[in-house]
Antibody, heavy 118, light 107 residues
Framework: QVQLVQSGPEVKKPGASVKVSCKAS????????ISWVRQAPGQGLEWMGG????????NFAQKFQGRVTMTTDTSTSTAFMEVRSLRPDDTAVYYC???????????WGQGTMVSVSS | DIQMTQSPSSLSASVGDRVTITCRAS??????LAWYQQRPGKAPKLLLY???RLESGVPSRFSGSGSGTDYTLTISGLQPEDFATYYC?????????FGQGTKLEIK
């Protein structure tokens, strides 16, 4: 079946980096994009950016530009998101979501909890 | 950026009730509006898109309407599994933005 499986929880100190993976299965990876959405504890959903599974082109919400990198590995159908210079307010569940040509977030990963604390 | 404003932020209802959640965009989003359901500890689930189109497998008690800047999600005949948090999202332009959520609780 179509699914996205994310890497496990992370605990990081302020200033560190974290890299979250999102492995796709059950569909042609290069026919869809992957978006990343985060959710701070008890808060709403925030779109961070997205990347094409076809050509690796990425776009970001302005607040994340320069601090977030999104990449893909088409050989393993996996998307990656790295956040640098982590701050405590980056503590959140990070989700990947498949984005269709019509820009719908139709399949979601299970989420990866990233905790940032000294 | 397009701002999405949902109301109410929380709602109490009983099984069998009909409820409506509204979402207002700060600019015309031409029906590029999706609704998601999120249960505690789970990922969001796509319910409707293009303002009124039901995602495959979603029960027909969910419906949506609207155009321009104003949209609604209606759940007719609430079931126990419907008590969750609902988010609207515009996908007309990046950055894609979500409403702040509506928590639907059992009365």
């Amino acid at each position: 079946q179509v699914q996205l499986v994310q890497s496990g929880p992370e605990v990081k100190k302020p200033g560190a980096s974290v890299k979250v993976s999102c492995k796709a299965s059950g569909y042609r990876f290069t026919s869809y994009g992957i978006s990343w959405v985060r959710q701070a504890p008890g808060q709403g959903l925030e779109w961070m950016g997205g990347i094409s599974g076809y050509n690796g082109n990425a776009n970001f919400a302005q607040k994340f530009q320069g601090r977030v990198t999104m990449t893909t590995d088409t050989s393993t159908s996996t998307a990656f998101m790295e956040v640098r210079s982590l701050r405590p307010d980056d503590t959140a569940v990070y989700y990947c979501a498949r984005i269709s040509a019509t820009r719908l977030f139709d399949i979601w990963g299970q989420g990866t909890m990233v905790s940032v604390s000294s | 950026d397009i701002q999405m404003t949902q109301s109410p932020s929380s709602l109490s209802a009983s099984v069998g009730d009909r409820v409506t959640i509204t979402c207002r965009a700060s600019d015309d989003i031409s029906k590029s509006l999706a609704w998601y359901q999120q249960r505690p500890g789970k990922a969001p689930k796509l319910l409707l898109y293009a303002a009124s189109r039901l995602e495959s497998g979603v029960p027909s008690r969910f419906s949506g309407s609207g155009s321009g800047t104003d949209y609604t999600l209606t759940i007719s005949g609430l079931q126990p599994e419907d008590f969750a948090t609902y988010y609207c999202q515009q996908y007309q332009s990046t950055p894609y933005t979500f409403g702040q959520g509506t928590k639907l609780e059992i009365k």
